[in-house]
């Protein structure tokens, strides 16, 4: 550890008002014999400075149990009244001193003391809000409860059903299935992730993440108290940090791969046109440029329905339920009241 300056701290005498005491030095009043209260002890002024020469640091000073006498940590028994002092507690230190600017604020025994009582004080307990808190958490429960009964009624607005008979109308259905082209196809990616057989690659720089940096440091004169009536005073510094772009090579390129191309549809409308996929030509086969191959496919069956007060529904459903609804049978089904949706997964028979 390096070397660090040490100065004494002040204490001014609570008996005779001597101010300016050292604390290292002066144990006890040399105008009255009154002994060092380590509660009282502060920093000095710049001018009134007094470098600590040679003394060891043996660590805080130990309040002696019995007189409160602030003894050094080395000491076994009570400078003061003999008492022994070996599990004695260390003497509370004062917050430390941090330099706004060059100058330290002018500092006191006064000063000591609040903070020493803000120190032992227990966290304050959040204050209440002006103007009663009660009150303002009784229109919060009242405003929560308002909002929770218009959203459970909106919300059984929303999926309120009613019965209603209803009456196949007809049906449709349609599929489809989706054909894919090995093609050249234009794209970018981050250089390390091109994919085999890129071509006609082309790479710009673009920004790609952040990372922190270090930007200097944030310094600060700071003033220790050693507790044994002493204090260090040093730079204590922070490392800043800014966020900078981390730039990778974006590319263009080219690469032959599958690629949706084209739909082929068949539909029909009426149950007796038997559903069935639509003939695929495909312009030719294997993983050529040009060559297609079939992709994903998709069926979707309709009914149509007429209620009883003559209003149009309809709904998709599985081929196989699709299948066993002829035309102009009849059905009750929940319509939702707003919505006016058939719930075609609750059909009943009437
Ligand atoms: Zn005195
Ligand atoms: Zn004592």
């Known amino acids: 550890m390096a070397t660090e300056a040490r100065y004494e701290m002040l204490w001014d005498c609570p008996r005779c008002e001597t101010p300016k005491l050292l604390g290292l030095t002066h144990r006890h009043c040399p105008n009255c014999g009154g002994a060092q209260d380590p509660t ?14 040679d003394h060891p640091y043996v660590g805080a000073d130990k309040a002696c149990p019995n007189c409160e006498t602030p003894n050094a940590a080395a000491a076994e028994f009570c400078v003061n009244c003999g008492s022994p002092i070996d599990d004695a507690k260390a003497v509370a230190l004062r917050s430390e001193q941090v330099a706004a600017g060059r100058q330290f604020t002018e500092d006191s025994a006064r000063n000591a003391r609040e903070d020493l009582e803000a120190q032992r004080r227990p966290p304050p307990p959040p204050p209440p809000k002006k103007g009663g808190g009660g009150k303002a958490l009784i229109v919060g429960a009242l405003v929560l409860a308002i909002g929770l009964i218009v959203c459970t009624g909106l919300g059984a607005l929303l999926f309120w059903k009613r019965e209603s008979g209803v009456t196949v109308a007809g049906h449709t259905w349609a599929r489809e299935i989706a054909i894919e082209r090995y093609q050249a196809v234009s794209d970018t990616a981050w250089k390390d992730q091109l994919p085999s057989g890129a071509r006609g690659v082309s790479c710009t720089q673009a920004e790609r993440s952040t990372q922190k940096v270090a930007d200097g440091q944030d310094c600060a004169m700071v003033r220790v108290d050693k507790g044994d009536g002493s204090f260090s005073e040093q730079e204590k510094c922070t490392t800043k940090y800014r966020e900078e772009p981390v730039y990778d090579d974006k590319c263009s390129y080219v690469s032959d ?9 068949a539909g029909g409308a009426a149950m007796t046109d038997t559903p069935r996929w639509p003939a695929v030509a495909l312009a030719c086969t294997g993983t050529t440029l040009g060559c297609e191959r079939e992709g994903s496919r998709k069926e979707t ?4 329905f007429t209620a009883d007060d003559g209003k149009a529904l309809g709904c998709d459903v599985e081929q196989a339920k699709w299948s066993t609804l002829p035309v102009g049978s009849t059905w009750k089904a929940p319509i939702g009241v707003l919505s006016g949706a058939i719930d075609c997964g609750a059909l009943s028979p009437i």
């Open 301 to 304: 069956y309709t009914v149509s």
């Open 40 to 53: 009282k002890r502060y920093f000095p002024k710049e001018e009134d400075k007094v470098a600590v020469g």
């Open 257 to 265: 791969r599958w690629k949706a191309a084209r739909t082929e549809r």
